[in-house]
């Protein structure tokens, strides 16, 4: 690059400069440049500024509005109860949004998540359960009187039906 550029030229380069998409050596010529210029150091300076504002605004868009309506409803969403045009925005919103589709995708496996612990919790439970009422049964002193009473009751019969036996034949 023997062709000098003037400080205008540098200054239109600027913008292709920050955005990485000069080639490298024209790259390295305007970063000399405005290294060495007073004039075009203030203008890089200031489309830095621009620059910072305007990917700002990207993330703000993300972040905003939209985003908040989507935390605001995002458990209601999941729950299913939503209405239709609700459920729609929401579906638009996941679709257009990097940061709300993660929170969806997070949210869905903590509820796995949580739905394992919560079947294992249950199965643990269910054994757990099972077991206690054969414990009880065994322990249980109404249980035992039942066949107590039973026994009674059997003798009882058994005494009477001998006593008819006897009655009948001696
Ligand atoms: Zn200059």
Redesign the pocket.
């Given at each position: 690059m023997k062709k000098k550029l003037?400080?205008e030229q540098?200054?239109a380069l600027i913008a292709f400069y920050l955005d990485g998409t000069l080639s490298p050596k024209l790259a390295k010529y305007v970063q000399e440049?405005?290294e060495n210029?007073e004039?075009?150091q203030d203008r890089y300076c200031k489309e830095i500024i621009i620059d910072s504002y305007i990917s700002d605004d990207i993330n703000n868009s993300y972040t905003t509005k939209q985003y908040e309506i989507f935390k605001d409803k995002l458990s209601e969403y999941i729950d299913n109860e939503l209405d239709d045009t609700e459920n729609i925005k929401m579906k638009k919103i996941t679709i257009s949004n990097p940061l709300a589709r993660q929170d969806l995708e997070d949210i869905y496996s903590f509820k796995k998540l949580l739905h394992g612990a919560y079947e294992k919790t249950k199965n643990e439970l269910k054994t757990d359960y099972s077991k206690s009422v054969i414990n009880q049964l065994i322990q249980n002193k109404s249980y035992i009187s039942f066949y107590k009473i039973s026994a009674l009751f059997f003798i009882m019969v058994a005494s009477i039906v001998a006593g008819l036996i006897k009655f009948l034949y001696f």
């Open positions: 003037n400080c540098i200054g440049h405005i210029c004039q075009c």
